[in-house]
């Protein structure tokens, strides 16, 4: 009998969280799920806690890369051989809540949905200590809760203001195949923003739960959270394959480029220039400058960067005079 779920689980160097994360699956109150584990060229014992596993459970197969690849590449390796109807992204270090699956696969077969979302409970490792990511205001839940909506039904900025992560969410697989939706293969920073504006504008039918049935890790030496050096320069070329992304389709592009030039703006300053080591600054100030030139010369957007963009920010990587 065919798997109703992939469950999609990049691994690397994470044998000391492993146990939690795979058993949370093997606990869940719906078991035609499969389980693939993509091992990312670790250096613990990752791999031989996998094995471990896929030998007692004949639900879980396991994929190892060659090289250190990045979360994208494996999640892509998988999403290749899934064979479940629709998909499910687990971090290695996160868990989830025994009714997860069983929950979000009712609510997209009765709807017929392309995507649901739904919220993250969060535990601080080092505090050891739980709280909850809120990411919409209460007047969007209250108004889309449970109901059945696509990207035109929200307000432009309603999708900017949405979490990127693909862990919170489950999918329909012959949508995102259909629609060709994959992660960047490059081993980047952020490859979430490509994969999920992708998912939004291209899904029918989706829907969100208030729901808290993901169990995210925040950890001092996770690769997010222990940045500030060069491998914050792949944030420059997301911000590229966004906007790429977005001049693709002229009717998407005029709907959200106010919110896309705002979010790709402080994304470059908030997100890299403000938080890289000083030994990288003048390299990344540069870097920002000149992706701002590419968008005026390559890709005839000084206009809109000028009506959209902080004059402020336009100043300060040398874009205009005072």
């Excluded at 994929?63 to 109807?85: M, P």
């Excluded at 009717?251 to 959200?256: G, K, Q, S, V």
């Amino acid at each position: 009998m065919p798997s109703e779920i992939s469950i999609i689980i990049p691994i690397y160097n994470c044998d000391k969280y492993l146990d939690t994360c795979i058993r949370s699956v093997l606990m869940q109150s719906f078991s035609n799920f499969e389980v693939i584990c993509v091992d990312d060229n670790s250096t613990d014992n990752s791999l031989f806690i996998i094995n471990r596993y896929s030998k007692e459970d004949k639900r879980i197969k396991l994929l190892t890369n060659d090289k250190n690849r990045g979360s994208g590449y494996s999640r892509n390796r998988a999403l290749d051989i899934a064979e479940g109807k629709y998909i499910f992204f687990l971090d290695s270090d996160d868990w989830i809540e025994k009714e997860t699956l069983e929950f979000l696969y009712k609510q997209c077969e009765k709807d017929d949905l392309d995507v649901i979302m739904f919220k993250n409970i969060v535990y601080y490792e080092e505090k050891t200590d739980f709280g909850y990511e809120n990411y919409y205001d209460m007047n969007f839940m209250n108004k889309y809760e449970g109901k059945i909506f696509n990207h035109w039904d929200l307000k432009p900025g309603d999708v900017f203001r949405m979490p990127v992560g693909p862990c919170n969410k489950l999918y329909k697989k012959s949508f995102l195949d259909k629609n060709n939706i994959r992660f960047p293969n490059e081993n980047l920073i952020q490859q979430d923003n490509p994969f999920f504006f992708k998912v939004i504008t291209s899904a029918e039918r989706l829907s969100l739960s208030t729901k808290y049935l993901y169990n995210r890790r925040r950890r001092s030496n996770s690769v997010m959270s222990s940045l500030g050096d060069e491998r914050l320069f792949s944030r420059i070329y997301i911000a590229e394959l966004l906007v790429k992304y977005f001049l693709n389709d002229v009717n998407l592009y005029n709907h959200y480029k106010k919110y896309l030039f705002s979010r790709v703006s402080n994304h470059l300053t908030d997100e890299c220039y403000e938080v890289i080591k000083e030994d990288f600054k003048q390299e990344m100030y540069d870097a920002i400058h000149d992706l701002y030139i590419k968008f005026f010369d390559q890709y005839d957007l000084k206009e809109d960067i000028f009506e959209y963009v902080d004059e402020k920010l336009l100043f300060k990587y040398g874009l205009i005079k005072k």
